[in-house]
């Protein structure tokens, strides 16, 4: 591969990133619920510090193997259920479920772009990124699964 390639592959991983980052600020605000804010600070942080793994990737300050991997769990709750529309005033369920669907399209999109490329250490560190979001995915789903289905104290 190229170091044009590369560069522009990087790039557009920055980019989505820095978009997500915006995201998340923006559905803050359309949600009252405090612990919905603290969890999308998190989660548009994480967002953040994904863009700046890249850059110093790009930069080449990291190598591939900087990025540790925990394999996440894929629940497939977003895959089961529709994607509520972004409106003016949300509940924290449609925000969680908002942000699965969010981050299975980043994962998808970083598992589709490794596929595409043949260099080992890329193919690497965009399979490490997806992991990253399934990751955050994984959380989001929690999070829905927690405030549309919430415990009783019958069980």
């Known amino acids: 591969m190229n170091e044009t390639t590369l560069t522009e592959v990087l790039d557009t991983a920055?980019?989505?990133?820095?978009?997500?980052?915006?995201?998340?600020?923006?559905?803050?605000?359309?949600?009252?619920?405090?612990?919905?804010?603290?969890?999308?600070?998190?989660?548009?942080?994480?967002?953040?510090?994904?863009?700046a793994f890249l850059v110093k990737y790009k930069d080449g300050?990291?190598?591939?193997?900087?990025?540790?991997?925990?394999?996440?769990i894929h629940y497939k709750?977003?895959?089961?259920?529709?994607?509520?529309?972004?409106?003016?005033v949300m509940s924290s369920?449609?925000?969680f479920l908002i942000a699965a669907h969010r981050e299975s399209r980043s994962h998808r999109f970083y598992t589709e772009l490794a596929a595409l490329h043949e260099d080992p250490e890329l193919k690497e560190i965009l399979m490490k990124m997806a992991n990253e979001e399934l990751k955050h995915k994984e959380k989001m789903e929690y999070l829905y699964a927690n405030?549309?289905?919430?415990?009783?104290?019958g069980g």
Do not use: C, W
Request: charged share 30%; proline share 3%; hydrophobic share 30%.
């Open 14 to 51: 920055i980019r989505r990133e820095r978009e997500a980052y915006g995201f998340y600020t923006d559905l803050k605000g359309r949600v009252q619920d405090d612990s919905t804010h603290q969890t999308l600070d998190f989660i548009a942080t994480e967002e953040l510090k994904h863009e």
């Open 61 to 72: 300050k990291l190598g591939a193997g900087a990025l540790q991997m925990r394999q996440a």
């Open 77 to 88: 709750i977003a895959e089961y259920l529709e994607e509520p529309s972004v409106t003016e």
């Open 93 to 95: 369920q449609e925000v």
């Open 147 to 153: 405030t549309a289905f919430p415990q009783t104290d």
